[in-house]
T-cell receptor, first 111, second 118 residues
Framework: GENVEQHPSTLSVQEGDSAVIKCTYS??????FPWYKQELGKRPQLIID?????GEKKDQRIAVTLNKTAKHFSLHITETQPEDSAVYFC??????????FGTGTRLTVIP | GAVVSQHPSWVICKSGTSVKIECRSL??????MFWYRQFPKQSLMLMAT?????????EQGVEKDKFLINHASLTLSTLTVTSAHPEDSSFYIC??????????????FGPGTRLTVT
């Protein structure tokens, strides 16, 4: 099955700086890569996703890049704000299969 | 659109009793619903996948007789934790995937149920 690794497990940045979270996956057939933001005690919320036929996608301050050859994808948050503090999960999916989640990154934005 | 609800949001039960958690897709029909378990500061662990009208598929290491899943309709799936023990205390989250239309890959998550077994 798919194995998704995520780094770093914790990340602290100053407000206004950028944050980058990286994930690798093992199954070359994976074709969908979403990123979720989860605040304490709440449900994961999809913040951005990318399909395997695209190398980069951007939505305001959030961007995701995908390198299919290397089997890794990254989340980039620019101009971070305190409300960006949360746990972020990457995931990978193959066709109709389930989502396989990374281990999560706890992001803290220091005001 | 694409709202998933869970009930209850939290529950405390005594060891040995059973607890039922409901997961509903409120404004769409879900062919498939997923049940996850999340321990504090850890990732979501898939427990089982349920398709409407058929038996659930459990992930390795998950006891099907302990975690009973029923997906009776396209809008409702239930997870029953039988003979609960303190080690079953966790955050249980369901998600659902639409039958048709919408985003074919996206799963919509419920708000989660915090189970505490005393």
């Amino acid at each position: 099955g798919e194995n998704v690794e995520q780094h770093p497990s914790t990340l602290s940045v100053q407000e206004g700086d950028s944050a980058v979270i990286k994930c690798t996956y093992s199954d070359s057939a994976s074709n969908y890569f979403p990123w979720y933001k989860q605040e304490l005690g709440k449900r994961p919320q999809l913040i951005i996703d990318i399909r395997s036929n695209v190398g980069e996608k951007k939505d305001q301050r959030i961007a995701v890049t995908l390198n299919k050859t290397a089997k890794h994808f990254s989340l980039h948050i620019t101009e971070t704000q305190p409300e960006d503090s949360a746990v972020y999960f990457c995931a990978a999916k193959t066709g109709a299969n389930n989502l396989f989640f990374g281990t999560g990154t706890r992001l803290t934005v220091i005001p | 659109g694409a709202v998933v609800s869970q009930h209850p949001s939290w529950v405390i039960c005594k060891s040995g009793t059973s607890v039922k958690i409901e997961c509903r897709s409120l404004d769409f029909q879900a062919t498939t619903m997923f049940w996850y378990r999340q321990f504090p500061k850890q990732s979501l662990m898939l427990m089982a996948t349920s398709n409407e009208g058929s038996k659930a598929t459990y992930e390795q290491g998950v006891e099907k007789d302990k975690f009973l899943i029923n997906h009776a309709s396209l809008t409702l799936s239930t997870l029953t934790v039988t003979s609960a023990h303190p080690e079953d205390s966790s955050f249980y989250i369901c998600s659902a995937r639409e039958v048709a239309g919408g985003h074919p890959h996206e799963q919509y998550f419920g708000p989660g149920t915090r189970l505490t077994v005393t």
